[in-house]
Structures are given as C-alpha cells and as structure tokens.
C-alpha cells in the first residue's frame, strides 16, 4: 500500500523563477491538501484539493496556485520565487475534506531559492 | 483566528516520563490532532482528542480539557527513537482536516 510520494526530494531555484511540486495520495485517498513548512516551524496550510477543485485557501498570495488530477494525483506550483519561499514543501492526503480525519503526510520537498 | 503555543524544546532521560503541553486559542472547537516529525521526515499521526479525558494509546497517551484550551501528550518508558519534533495541530474554524499547527516541540531523549 503505497503511502503519499513527492517529487522531487530537493530542489534549487533562484529569485523570479517559477517551480513545479508533485504529488501522489496515499492509495484510497481523494483530498490532497498542500502545506509550507520553514526551519524549525509548523506546518503552515497552503490550500487543499478535493474533486478537481480548490476548496479552501491558507493565507498565501495568488503566486501559489495548484491542480488536481482526475486520479487524485496534486501539483503545487509558485511563481516569481522569493528567498523567503525557501521551506518544505508538504503534501498531505485524507479521504474527504469534511471529517477530520487524520493527514497521512509524504516527506516533502525542500526547496532552497538562492 | 486560532493560537496555538507549545514548548520549543524539552530534553528527557531515557526511560523516563515526558510530558508536552500545548494550548490553544480558537473559535469553535472541533478537536486537537498530535503529530511526530522525525528530522527530514514526515509528520505521522498520532492521536485525535475531541473530547475531555486522557486517551491512552500504547507508550502514548493525550489529555484534553476543553474548557482550559489545554492538551497534553503524555510520553512513557521514552526510547532514543522518540527524539522528535512533536506537533500540536486543531482544525481550522467549521471543522474539516485543514489544520492550525503550533510551532512543535522538539524533544531530545538523552542516556
């Protein structure tokens, strides 16, 4: 049973670029929810996904953005990259976005914007 | 909006007890979630309380009083392994599984 995966594991950007995060749902799982982690902080809620379509939003400017496939899979994206996106990137899956089930997490991707 | 405040750091003897507290400020209540996140890992789940009283799960156990803003999670017979960083998290106001996460509690298990 193949649990949340990410791609890629690290990544290094400079400022202005754009970037691409993916992810993969723990299998049975239909809501992928997105999260920002910076060094020695929680996980700070970015926007989540459910049925194709952005259901809720963190406090993030419009440069995030996100898609979800019609197999569950997710991507993040962020344009015109600023050194403060510099974190971990987390991507999260649960079945419905209504309970509160618990977030099964994948291990993210670290990027640095240099 | 929702507050959430944990200890930053705690260190512990191996074997011993532990004890984490975390409160929270929100409108509307809809549980407290806790998490473990190993360094350049994953958060796992932990534990979900949604009612007052100590929920026991093996070596882990989480306490919520809801009329304090108060939980706990309670560490026993601590291992080296469980040097983590432990995470407080409530949902966002309307219930749901988008979470509020405090900063975490990093916890050093020494000999």
């Known amino acids: 049973d193949a649990g949340v995966t990410q791609s890629p594991t690290h990544l290094i950007k400079t400022r202005g670029q754009q970037v691409t995060l993916r992810c993969s749902p723990k299998?049975?799982?239909?809501?992928v929810s997105w999260y920002q982690q910076a060094l020695g902080q929680g996980p700070q809620f970015i926007f989540q996904?459910?049925?194709?379509?952005?259901?809720q939003r963190g406090n993030f400017p419009d440069r995030f953005s996100g898609h979800q496939f019609p197999n569950y899979s997710s991507e993040l994206n962020v344009n015109a990259l600023l050194l403060g996106d510099s974190a971990l990137y987390l991507c999260?899956?649960?079945?419905?976005?209504?309970?509160?089930?618990?977030?099964?997490f994948g291990n993210g991707t670290r990027l640095t914007v240099t | 909006g929702q507050n959430i405040d944990q200890p930053t750091e705690m260190t512990a003897t191996e074997g011993a007890i532990v004890q984490i507290n975390c409160t929270y400020q929100?409108?509307?209540?809809?549980?407290l979630f806790w998490y473990q996140q190993h360094a350049g890992e994953a958060p796992t789940f932990l534990s979900y309380?949604?009612?007052?009283g100590l929920e026991e799960k093996g070596r882990f156990s989480s306490f919520l009083s809801r009329s304090k803003g108060y939980s706990y999670l309670l560490l026993k017979e601590l291992q080296m392994k469980d040097s983590a960083s432990y995470l407080c998290?409530?949902?966002?106001?309307?219930?749901?599984?988008?979470?509020?996460f405090g900063t975490g509690t990093q916890l050093k298990v020494e000999l």
């Open positions: 299998s049975g799982h239909d809501t």
């Open positions: 998290a409530v949902p966002f106001t309307g219930g749901g599984n988008k979470l509020t």
């Open positions: 999260a899956s649960s079945l419905g976005p209504g309970k509160e089930s618990p977030l099964h």
């Open positions: 309380n949604v009612l007052d």
């Open positions: 996904y459910y049925e194709e379509e952005e259901r």
């Open positions: 929100t409108s509307g209540f809809n549980g």
